[in-house]
């Protein structure tokens, strides 16, 4: 059973950063991970993810902000996060897709940017 942990998150002030992690275990060849969020306003958006080759995609409204980074055995993504806005807060999930392309997800962490 693949089981996705996630840590981090929390309240930070506009202008700060935090940092959130996520390890996979579990019988899982790893093709991509990531990190969405959801407000109660929009659907599950992409923000950031690694992925077959190393590629990197961000959301156009993180680049330059955040950081998608993984461990040396990929079974842990962690996304830093700098220059927080108010608008940034969501709850965040974890996702890894295996090479048949079927999606597992954490159970989501909030982040909560004050202004």
């Known amino acids: 059973q693949v089981q996705l942990v996630e840590s981090g998150g929390g309240l930070v002030q506009a202008g700060g950063s935090m940092r959130l992690s996520c390890k996979a275990s579990g019988r899982i060849a790893i093709a991509a991970m990531g990190w969405y969020r959801q407000t109660p306003e929009n659907e599950r958006e992409l923000v950031a993810s690694?992925?077959?080759?190393?590629?990197?995609t961000y959301a156009d409204s993180v680049k330059g902000r955040f950081t998608i980074s993984t461990n040396r055995a990929r079974d842990t993504v962690y996304l830093q996060m700098d220059n927080l806005k108010p608008e940034d807060t969501a709850v965040y999930y974890c996702?890894?897709?295996?090479?048949?392309?079927?999606?597992?997800w954490g159970r989501g962490t909030q982040v909560t940017v004050s202004s």
């Open positions: 996702n890894t897709r295996d090479y048949n392309t079927r999606d597992y």
């Open positions: 690694f992925g077959i080759g190393k590629r990197i």
